[in-house]
């Protein structure tokens, strides 16, 4: 489990300088930009656009929203 979390962790880290790579290079088009931001955004919010509550759709919004704006 330890190994597992510590190996999350570093993709996220991979992840998250991938990002801020991405964002400061000024040759990045402004319209992926504003994907990231939203992406990242809706990723971190404590809602959801559709509730999980509905079986199946609720659960692969995530899924398929997030990966389309990344």
Partial sequence: MRARLAALARAFKREF??????????????????????????TLLPFDLIPDLLPVIGQRDDLIIVPDLV
């Fill in 17 to 42: 300088a991938v990002y801020r790579c991405a964002l400061a290079d000024p040759d990045t088009p402004w319209p992926a930009k504003v994907l990231l931001g939203l992406a990242v955004g809706y």
